[in-house]
């Protein structure tokens, strides 16, 4: 039986190599031009390939009066032709053109690029690939973050870009180390599905699936369809219909193996907490819709990354529905177990970012200064990586029930945690005085500014009214948007704030679609002053068990 199985692989062998000298054969004597994808090469030997390009007089011209302002709309995206030199490759006519959001830069700076390959040269490759991105990683001065996290969605079973390096030059001009990243298009889709006939979404500038997102390939981009059924499914009012709808349209698995990883990697400007930062695909032969993570270069605790909980308050509408309802809650924490249990193993991950870094370091292409500090954040990252899997660790041994209530009788809320703002000298005192414990908010540098104190807590589904005495004091006439505040989380509306001296009740009101866990601030605003809270008034009293029905925003 050996002997036959052995034969029949030989067989397949053969066959199968004469089927691909076939394919060969007739391109050859059709004189056609097989395109190799030796793209692997560009992605795993921890190679920083030298990228030259050049850019015509003209060329320039167009890209220098291009002109992007964060915040504002961005202009549609120009293209110029250039030519791109790497070793002894040279590629002509290929299509250039400015990109990012708030990483982008003019073009007499570091700039950002979008690179394609056969746009205005019709089967031209780069080592396979039509479609590059050059990023500046302006945010990840270790160059790693991408890489690093884009390998473990796809070690994780969610399609993902590769990423390599690239020391680029313009026209003579040495920009420095850049990010290497391959493009979503249907030369991705290819190696992923297979059919690429459904629309690829664009969310990486912004914009959850209600919006009017950007199609960047599919046969019918002008059918919505599959995003109006999901946003249907997520949106349904009964749990356990929805659940149902939501296994209908969404490749559910696929989606909560998605959303562990951004809240394990803090990927605080993905799709699960901003929204923004994501590719989605609809997946035509199963009818299923499948995201794709974007933009991981502010990962383990850079930047502005929310609260480490793994159960955070997700924002993206597809999170929030899927995850909002008990058997979401349920396989979701299933799947960051399994996800943190099987891919993310501190002792490989810290070896792969010893493996890549040094062999940007080997590669000749950073100086003295340079190297130092490279080596510096890398050191940092390594830190950052040892302490959001020790955080992750201890939160999975010790996952917490949500609270109990008796009917509507409100439960005291005691320990607070102050939260430094960002700007402004505002400090946080605690004070256990005779006639009663409070919180304050004091403010002293005469520029507006907002500091709180926080608690979070894990409910189950319901409406629920936090409540408690406070006042300001030394606030500035006349200040505008300034007060104290009760709310939660992700609510930033003025309404409710008060100017009040004297102790005044404050009550504020919210709804939890489902287990979750939520932010509860005390909050001061203002120029100057103070902003008091009661301690032992603080209470959080549950309304109702079931939420009341509110528009998504």
Known sequence: MKDLWMSGRRAGRRAAAQALLGVWMLAWTAGAAVPVDDSDTLFTNAV?????????????????????????????????????????????NVSIHLKGSYTYQSVDQKPSLTVNFDKLAPGQRFHGLDKIHLNNSVQDPTYLCE???????AQAGVPASRVGHARVQLNGRDLGLYILVEGYNKRFLKRHFSSVRGNLYDGGSGGDVTKALEVDSGEDPENRADLTNLVAAVR??????????????????SF?????????????????????????????????????PHGLDQILG?????????????????????????????????????????????????????????????????????????????RQLKSRIHRRLTDVAQQLAAVTKPLAFEGTTPLAIQTWKFKQPSRGETEGIQTNGRDRDTLEVRHTSGEWASG???????????????????????????????????RISGEREPTGLSTNTAWSPQRYE???????????????????GAGLFDLTTLKLRRLGSSPKTTPER
């Open 48 to 92: 920083v390939r030298p990228i030259n390009i050049e850019i015509g007089d003209a060329g320039m011209k167009t890209l220098q009066a291009y002109h992007q302002v964060w915040g504002q709309p961005r202009p549609k995206r120009i293209d110029v032709k250039a030519t791109i030199r790497e070793g002894n490759r040279v590629y002509t």
């Open 147 to 153: 890489k690093l996290a884009r390998e473990l969605f």
């Open 236 to 253: 349904e009012k009964g749990v356990a219909a929805r659940m149902a709808k939501v296994e209908q349209s969404l490749d559910v698995p």
């Open 256 to 292: 909560l193996t998605f959303a562990a990883l951004e809240v394990i990697l803090q990927h605080w400007d993905g799709y699960c907490l901003g929204p923004n930062n994501y590719r989605l695909f609809h997946d035509a032969d199963r009818d299923k819709m499948v995201f794709m």
């Open 302 to 378: 850079v930047g502005l990354s929310p609260p480490a909980s793994l159960t955070p308050a997700f924002k993206g509408v597809v999170a929030r529905g899927v995850i909002g309802t008990p058997e979401g809650r349920r396989r979701y924490l299933s799947t960051v177990e399994h996800v943190f249990t099987n891919h993310c193993d501190e002792a490989r991950l810290i070896a792969k970012v010893e493996r890549v870094s040094q062999g940007i370091l080997s590669s000749g292409e950073l100086g003295f200064l340079e190297r130092l500090r490279f080596q510096a954040v890398v």
């Open 452 to 486: 709180s104190w926080r608690r979070s807590v894990l409910l189950e589904g319901g409406r629920y009214e936090l409540s408690g005495l406070c006042r300001v004091d030394g606030l500035p006439p006349g200040a505008t948007n300034s007060g104290v505040i009760l």
């Open 510 to 528: 919210f709804d939890v679609p489902g287990p979750l866990d939520v932010e509860l601030i005390c909050e001061f605003r203002g120029p100057a």
